[in-house]
């Protein structure tokens, strides 16, 4: 697994053609969860409150976000559209990321995290 130092290292090692896309996550889950911590674990960015709260990456065919198996299960119906997995969203490049909903489920990992740590 290739290990980067940061975020934009991350995201500037990506293919061109996906890094608007890998932007566009990042901006989008910055703004939902603004006091959250970055770093890279397993070998993808991560968004950190006191737990792990998101991941995202460069797949090929598609943007994986994983946003944990409860954010699944919580937005389920709104996730019909895309394929999924236990604790994976896959958003195909050739199409726009489902800007709100992305923002919805950060949130709700947000509350969850800090729900879960009082």
Request: glycine fraction near 6%; hydrophobic fraction near 40%; include cysteine.
């Amino acid at each position: 697994m290739k290990t980067y130092p940061s975020v934009a290292a991350y995201m500037g090692a990506q293919a061109k053609d996906v890094q608007p896309q890998l932007r566009t996550m990042y901006d989008i889950v910055r703004a939902a969860a603004p006091k959250a911590t970055e770093e890279i674990k397993y070998g993808m960015p991560t968004l950190v409150g006191n737990k792990d709260l998101v991941y995202f990456a460069a797949m090929k065919g598609h943007l994986g976000f994983y946003p944990t198996p409860s954010a699944i299960v919580a937005f389920a119906t709104e996730l019909a559209p895309y394929s999924t997995s236990k604790g994976c969203v896959r958003f195909p490049y050739d199409q726009p990321l489902p800007k709100t909903l992305i923002t919805k489920m950060v949130k709700f990992r947000v509350k969850e995290d800090s729900t879960n740590n009082k």
